[in-house]
């Protein structure tokens, strides 16, 4: 067993290599669909067993017949040889050549003192003059030359007899198998029906593949798409139902969420006014300062908190116009005293969660707001992508924190912090809302030396 464990991996070592550049060749140059190669494997074997079949069983059969073919009108030819020599008194040869073409289908012509014409060059493939070559050569033994490119009908062959030329001409049909291409026109039209049935099913059978991708895709957007069915084969209608089954109980575990915060949120800011009236009839002690900045904390986080796990994720779909958004950020920007350009390339109008996707955008608006003196915008919509690039000038975000500040509560303290009120949920939200399009926000170093956050999701 160690021996042959030891040639194994020797075996390995030295084929692998040489097998790696051609796999990777194979994977960039091989199509990724699903469909694609699920016809290139019903395409792929077909035309291999055809060209095989092509290759071997007509080139034999084309051989033979045309063998055969060529032998029969070679032997009619060294009959009639045979005749002119054993009957010279026919001087005209007028009887010979009548026999010639009412029994044998030759066409003769007998030239004295004739000489043969310069050897003609043989076509690249041409199996009638091989084999016609031959039998003359074993039957007739005398010196010939032959035309079987000239009239596609005719094939013309001279033969020195002596002082004369015998001229011949005979149909290619009666040497050569001219009915093969039947064959070939049957074999390829099957095979075109053959993989016209096979698109046609396999279409038939991707369909519901890509109708269940569409689904979880639009189900990962958030968006609600409740005319999906289980549909193809039963392997597919098992994924389609696991599907299904699976957004139910997620759509179940979400209602379930959303009551239980909404209990919570009333219970809790009951106990939160019950302080504050208990503060105010308290109230401006000095002793009781603290107190009543521990209650306004405590509203801000379970506000931001309600926010974040809510996640807006009960609004629909709909239209907004960036300009118009991008507009809105500007002036308010503005009134600072602090200037926000922006730029948008393609169209102007998105299919987003409109109250999600201008908060989204508001909370890192507010975030440069706070900390930059100046902030550009760039919206680029192409056919795939929306993307929001926002630099500023502000002190920005370590890189090694740039992940840990989108975790919910996460507080830094040594550089900007999104929300004034200290919870660390404002970018938290953010990602939250991008991801619930489909996208994501990143951070980065912004050419400004601030911060630069860039929003992509799918337009």
């Known amino acids: 067993m160690a021996l042959f464990e030891t040639l194994r991996q020797n075996v390995a070592a030295v084929t692998l290599p040489g097998w790696r550049p051609l796999t990777r060749w194979l994977r960039r140059r091989l199509p990724t669909g699903l469909y694609t190669r699920s016809l290139l494997i019903v395409i792929l074997p077909m035309l291999l067993l055809q060209t095989v079949v092509a290759a071997v069983f007509m080139e034999r059969h084309w051989r033979i017949v045309t063998e055969r073919l060529s032998e029969g009108t070679v032997r009619d030819i060294a009959g009639i040889i045979e005749v002119i020599r054993a009957y010279p008194q026919d001087a005209n040869y007028e009887n010979i050549t009548r026999i ?42 005398m010196p010939f030359w032959l035309d079987t490119v000239g009239d596609s009908r005719l094939v013309e062959i001279r033969i020195k007899l002596d002082e004369r030329v015998l001229r011949v001409f005979v149909r290619r049909g009666s040497t050569y198998a001219s009915n093969t291409h039947i064959f070939l026109v049957w074999m390829v039209g099957t095979a075109f029906v053959l993989v016209l049935i096979s698109i046609l099913f396999l279409r038939g059978q991707i369909r519901p593949i890509l109708s269940l991708a569409n689904a ?76 009543t900045e521990d209650v306004n904390d405590m509203q801000s986080m379970l506000e931001g908190y309600l926010a974040f796990a809510k ?82 000038d502000g002190p920005g975000i370590p890189a090694e924190s740039r992940e840990e500040v989108f975790k919910p509560f996460y507080r830094l303290d040594e550089a900007r912090n999104l929300d004034s009120s200290g919870t660390g949920l404002g970018l938290a939200i953010a990602r939250d809302i991008a991801r619930a399009h489909g996208g994501n926000v990143t951070l980065g170093e912004s050419p400004s030396g601030g911060l630069r956050a860039v929003v992509r999701i799918p337009a």
């Open 100 to 141: 010639a073409d009412q029994a044998l289908s030759l066409t003769i012509a007998v030239e004295e003192h004739g000489q043969l014409p310069p050897p003609r060059p043989r076509p690249f493939f041409s199996i009638l003059d091989d084999i016609l070559s031959d039998q003359i050569t074993q039957q007739i033994r």
């Open 216 to 291: 979880a895709e639009s189900f990962g957007k958030g968006q609600k798409n409740e005319s999906f069915s289980p549909k193809g084969a039963d392997e597919i209608r098992r994924a389609g139902l696991a599907f299904i089954l699976m957004r139910e109980r997620i759509e179940r575990q979400l209602e379930q969420r959303t009551a239980m915060l909404a209990g919570i949120s009333h219970d809790l800011r009951t106990i939160l006014t019950r302080f504050k009236l208990q503060l105010a009839l308290a109230g401006e002690k000095p002793e009781l300062s603290g107190m």
């Open 311 to 392: 996640g807006e994720a009960e609004e629909d779909f709909g239209t907004l116009h960036l300009r118009e958004l991008l507009e809105r950020f500007r002036i308010d920007f503005e009134l600072r005293g602090r200037p926000l350009t922006f730029e948008i390339e393609g169209e102007d109008e998105i299919a987003v969660r409109p109250n999600a996707f201008t908060r989204l955008v508001g909370n890192l608006v507010s975030n440069s707001e706070r900390y930059a003196k100046t902030l550009h915008i760039n919206a680029r919509h192409s056919a795939k992508w929306l993307t929001l690039t926002l630099d500023d």
